[in-house]
Structures are given as C-alpha cells and as structure tokens.
C-alpha cells in the first residue's frame, strides 16, 4: 500500500497540485462561511456539508475529469489471432494520442470475455475478464498513431471471446 501511495505521489503534475490546493481553498472558505453564519443553523450545516464534499470529492472526480482530457488517447483494435500449437492470443493494435500534450509513457491493456448470445450474461462477464495483460509503450507525440503487438498467454479457453483494449496514458 506504501509503495502504490508513493508511485501516485511521484506521478502527480502540476495541475494536480493545483486542482488539490484549490479543492482546500474552496474547503477553508465554504468552512469560514459556516462560522460567519453561525447563527443561522441550516445555511451554517449546508456550508459544512459543502465544504467537506468539495474536500472529498473535489480532488478525487476531478483528478480523473483533468486526466481525461488531458490524456485523452483512442485505442484501436487491428486483429488477433489465436495461435494453434501455443496456448496463446496475438493481439494488434494502435493507439493515438488526441491531446495536446506529448505522452511520456501509456499502460495498454487488453482483457478477454466470454461471450454468449445472453447481452445480460455478456454484461456479468465482463466484471471478470478471463485473461488479462499489459504493456508499455513510450514516447508517443500529441496527434500520432502508435502501433503496437501483444501476446496475451497463456490462453486455454477454447470457446468464442471478445478482445477489449484500454490505455493510461501520462
């Protein structure tokens, strides 16, 4: 837990400090604001409660709004192919960076579902993918497609799957 606190903390970027430092202030002055008005309960409770949600969820939906668009990326599909005599999956793809700024690193991972005629059973399996893996790529510059190739292995279900492929991007 120590170590997954301390990789957020080195991976935070200007505008996170900013977005956390502005989320405090709103927290001080909605708080200030409930002891100016402490005569008046229910107008004094709102502020408190106010301040307090901005304090919560202020940082938390807007460190991953900030993100979105700052990082935004798109991930393409571009084929895979079961392997016969290996017990594994080629996955290929490409990425594209839609943002304006540069991409240093992006996580890209792919996760295989079961899949049945059912749209419900459909939905339930994607909760909990069969297979899951990763990969980095680097350096990609704002508005250019990237390619990239993964295996995902090892692979034994023999029934029909569905592929999906996501990226983080920083």
Do not use: W
Request: proline letters at 2%; glycine letters at 4%; charged letters at 20%.
């Amino acid at each position: 837990m120590k170590e997954k606190l301390l990789t957020f903390i080195h991976s935070l970027i200007p505008y996170d400090y900013v977005l956390f430092g502005l989320s405090f202030f709103l927290f001080l002055l909605f708080i200030v604001f409930a002891l100016l008005l402490r005569k008046k309960l229910f107008i004094s409770i709102i502020f408190i409660l106010l301040g307090f949600s901005s304090l919560i969820l202020g940082p938390t939906l807007g460190y991953i709004q900030m993100h979105k668009y700052l990082f935004k990326n798109s991930v393409t599909l571009l084929s895979q192919k079961r392997l016969h005599f290996v017990q594994a999956v080629i996955v290929k793809g490409s990425i594209t960076n839609e943002s304006k700024l540069d991409f240093k690193s992006c996580k890209i991972s792919a996760k295989v579902y079961r899949v049945t005629s059912n749209k419900y059973i459909n939905y339930i399996y994607k909760l909990k993918p069969l297979k899951k893996m990763s990969i980095f790529e680097t350096d990609i510059a704002k508005g250019t497609t990237q390619e990239f190739k993964m295996i995902i292995e090892p692979f034994y279900y023999k029934k029909e799957y569905s592929i999906s492929l996501g990226a983080s991007c920083k």
